[in-house]
């Protein structure tokens, strides 16, 4: 536990000395330094560079001094939208990441600072599901390729087993004839058919080839009510 809180504490500095790297100059400030010459222009510049840095005030004895109040403000009020910023980026990421991930995050984290740890996270959970997508596809597709079309010998077997009239070879050529299509799409269950097909003879539908043929293949397709 005191390792623990040690941690936490040695996380806190490292990430408080983590400042902001830079500060904002405004094209208002040529106005302001107008009246400057170089030296003192070159002054109040460092001494811009070292407050952002720093936090401490520069002692200045030329007219720079009478300029840097102006910058030293409006410093301050960057470096505050910068923190507030940074806080609600990280406020947003503990509400999104666990603990172990939140952890790691440095306090100064803006919009534009992603931290790897979570933006891996991030990638990794995609490609788990895009994996996942791509074996519901294969599985889909296997589910959708399995139907063969069965030989005459296969529908003779079936119908002799059924004890039917079905003519085996009629049945194999009107189904091959049309690509084994079932309506409009196609069939999973040739022996269901072969049933339905039963049906139809046992009801004085078409027993023979030449007796009573549909004109419209449709018409057969329409009644294959269990595929």
């Not at 010459?37 to 811009?48: I, M, P, S, V």
């Not at 301050?76 to 939140?102: E, L, P, V």
Request: aromatic share 10%; with cysteine.
């Amino acid at each position: 536990m005191k390792q623990s809180a040690n941690a936490a504490a040695s996380r806190l500095q490292r990430d408080n000395a983590m400042a902001l790297e830079s500060f904002n100059a405004y094209h208002s400030y040529l106005k302001s330094i107008e009246l400057l010459n170089d030296a003192e222009r070159g002054r109040l510049f460092t001494a811009c560079l070292q407050y952002s840095m720093t936090g401490e005030v520069p002692d200045l004895r030329g007219n720079e001094r009478f300029v840097f109040p102006m910058m030293k403000e409006q410093i301050d009020r960057d470096k505050a939208k910068y923190d507030a910023k940074c806080k609600a980026n990280k406020s947003n990421i503990k509400s999104r990441w666990d603990k172990d991930t939140y952890e790691r995050i440095p306090s100064n984290t803006n919009v534009y600072d992603r931290n790897d740890s979570y933006t891996k996270n991030t990638k990794d959970k995609d490609k788990d599901k895009d994996k996942d997508k791509d074996k519901d596809k294969t599985g889909d597709k296997a589910r959708t390729t399995r139907f063969t079309p069965p030989a005459v010998e296969e529908v003779r077997a079936y119908c002799l087993e059924r004890k039917n009239s079905v003519d085996a070879e009629r049945f194999v050529n009107y189904y091959a004839s049309n690509g084994w299509i079932v309506g409009k799409t196609k069939m999973k269950d040739w022996k269901a058919a072969v049933r339905t097909w039963e049906r139809r003879d046992a009801n004085g539908g078409y027993r023979s080839a030449g007796e009573n043929q549909p004109t419209d293949k449709r018409t057969w397709d329409l009644d294959i009510i269990e595929l």
